[in-house]
Nanobody
Framework: QAQLVESGGGLVQAGGSLRLSCAAS????????ISWFRQAPGKEREFVFG????????AHTDSVKGRFTISRDNAKNIVYLEMTNLEAEDTAVYSC??????????????????WGQGTQVTVSS
């Protein structure tokens, strides 16, 4: 079982940067696929970026290509989402989620077993 806690959200101007962290408890962290999702007001939850347990593969949604990156430090039980060149459309609550590894990185929320409480990212234009 994993408990996830996000941090690093905040208010930033368009074009700015933020780094989100997803800290996990539990010795099994290094065996989980970790993904970031986001949900804007009035919209459905959206897959943003995911990373395999060993960090060897990632997947992302097209809208963040070239602007966001994901990384993980299994020694510290942390996954990072580095966000640059932020746009107003990136405004949302960002949540990290964990699941046991699978051949691909799932992009649907229902495929994940554990969730953090979320952190708000607000980008002003």
């Amino acid at each position: 079982q994993a408990q996830l806690v996000e941090s690093g959200g905040g208010l930033v101007q368009a074009g700015g940067s933020l780094r989100l962290s997803c800290a996990a408890s539990g010795r099994a962290f290094s065996r989980y696929t970790i993904s970031w999702f986001r949900q804007a007001p009035g919209k459905e939850r959206e897959f943003v970026f995911g990373i395999t347990p060993d960090g060897g593969r990632t997947a992302h949604t097209d809208s963040v290509k070239g602007r966001f990156t994901i990384s993980r430090d299994n020694a510290k039980n942390i996954v990072y989402l580095e966000m640059t060149n932020l746009e107003a459309e990136d405004t949302a609550v960002y949540s990290c989620a964990a699941r046991r590894p699978s051949p691909t990185i799932p992009t649907t929320a229902g495929e994940y077993d554990y969730w953090g409480q979320g952190t708000q990212v607000t980008v002003s234009s």
